[in-house]
């Protein structure tokens, strides 16, 4: 004997199921960044004090890099090399990481960098709160997040410049040692024209957020960023610098890569004493990481 189920009964039992559906739909990607997360990244960072290139400072900066990002699954490579500098020759290293643990010779398709050097100063204590910590705890949250997508994560070099800062003033041998070097292996190396884009960020942790694009920013780029800010309702917090800007993204566009400059440049304690935690922010980072994953996942490699 078969026994249909009444309507009632029908419509309760469709109504549970699709609670249940929605219940284990996962939140897009973007989501997940944490803020807190890559905030508490700076603190360790800023906790070890100046960092600037070829201290031992800096050396534990980047064994913490590694060991965040080994956790997250990604394979890192330290690319060593060194390079006259106003203060005779130092030594740098670059850090180069791809998700997985097979080594792969393609170029990725797109680039996510930061600097994590501080700049040298004799007369005051900086510990670069903003300037080398907040880009740098923001991407180690970002290996952390991009994890989640494997796929995603596969078409993405994460890149942690060293030598960022000038030792005296930016001059074309003076400054962006890392992003200088890794250029010019790129450019010899016949890779650079697979690579479709990037994104630099740089001093993104200001507590009063305003990011600054220079006005030389690829359009491309630019017209999405502005598009991700738009879509998760944060546009007011990205707006255009007054002229250009140097910075670890300038080798990679001389060589054709189009990478835009994520940076607050508007931030007074800049190169001073006062860049320290105090002066960043959680949610800023949330901003700025958010719109950076939205911008990956529905423009730059959709």
Not at 90 to 107: C, D, M, S, Y
Not at 137 to 165: N, Q, T, W, Y
Not at 181 to 195: I, M, N, P
């Amino acid at each position: 004997m078969r026994c249909s189920p009444s309507p009632a009964l029908f419509l309760t039992t469709c109504a549970i199921l699709l609670v249940q559906s929605c219940s284990f739909r996962t939140a897009p990607l973007w989501e997940n960044f944490s803020g807190e997360k890559a905030f508490t990244h700076v603190q360790h960072l800023v906790d070890l004090g100046p960092r600037p290139a070829g201290s031992e400072a800096l050396e534990k900066s980047r064994l913490y890099i590694i060991e965040q990002l080994k956790s997250a699954g990604w394979t890192v490579t330290r690319s060593e090399f060194s390079d006259q500098t106003p203060r005779g020759k130092i030594t740098f290293v670059n850090l180069i990481a791809r998700f997985g643990i097979k080594e792969k010779n393609e170029a990725a398709q797109f680039f996510l960098c930061s600097h994590y050097d501080t700049k040298s100063f004799d007369t005051i204590r900086f510990v670069g709160a903003d300037d080398g910590g907040s880009s740098t705890g923001l991407l180690i949250e970002m290996a952390r997040v991009l994890a989640m997508s494997p796929a995603l994560a596969a078409k993405i070099e994460l890149l942690f410049f060293d030598g960022e800062e000038a030792f005296e003033n930016f001059t074309t041998t003076d400054g962006l040692y890392g992003s200088r070097h890794f250029a010019e292996e790129l450019r010899d190396s016949g890779k650079a024209k697979s690579v479709r884009g990037g994104i630099l960020f740089d001093m993104v942790g200001d507590k009063s957020l305003d990011v600054t694009l220079p006005s030389d920013s690829p359009a491309g780029l630019t017209r999405n960023i502005f598009a991700a800010a738009d879509a998760l309702g944060q546009r007011a917090h990205f707006t255009y610098l007054g002229g250009g800007m140097t910075d670890d993204h300038t080798p990679l566009n001389q060589i054709g890569i189009p990478v835009i400059d994520l940076i607050d440049f508007d931030f007074p304690p800049w190169h001073t004493a006062g860049d320290t935690l105090d002066k960043i922010s959680a949610e800023s980072l949330e901003i700025v990481g958010r719109v950076a994953l939205y911008d990956l996942v529905q423009f730059e490699l959709k």
